[in-house]
């Protein structure tokens, strides 16, 4: 079964940085986007950034010349790096991708992992 491995969070200092890695392990092939969303204070997912199969990425206007989103497509990999956080943003964050596979096209979620910018 495919999964989505998470790493790389934990405690940051404001105007700090974090780099968040996401890697889809097990027998996957046809991906098309990956990238990241976060829990907001409503608990809902909100974009963060996500590369397109082409390389685009598209950026929540919150994070724009903050955080820069990174694709290792030979690894079904992406990275989150994250400079000048903020307390705003902590949360919890989700790997995510789309694509074509054996059973048709699908969305997957990884489990979450939890970014705290505090002092």
């Known amino acids: 079964q495919v999964q989505l491995v998470e790493s790389g969070g934990g405690l940051v200092q404001p105007g700090g940085s974090l780099t968040l890695s996401c890697v889809a392990s097990?027998?996957?092939?046809?991906?098309?986007?990956m990238g990241w969303y976060r829990q907001t204070s409503g608990n809902e997912r909100e974009l963060v950034a996500v590369v397109t199969s082409g390389g685009f990425i598209n950026y929540a206007s919150a994070v724009k010349n903050r955080f820069t989103a990174s694709r290792d497509s030979a690894k079904n990999s992406v990275f989150l790096h994250m400079g000048s956080l903020k307390p705003d943003d902590s949360t919890v964050y989700y790997c995510?991708?789309?694509?074509?596979?054996?059973?048709?096209?699908?969305?997957?979620w990884g489990p979450g992992i939890r970014v705290t910018v505090s002092a």
């Open positions: 995510y991708t789309n694509g074509d596979f054996s059973e048709g096209f699908r969305e997957l």
């Open positions: 097990g027998s996957i092939s046809g991906i098309k986007a």
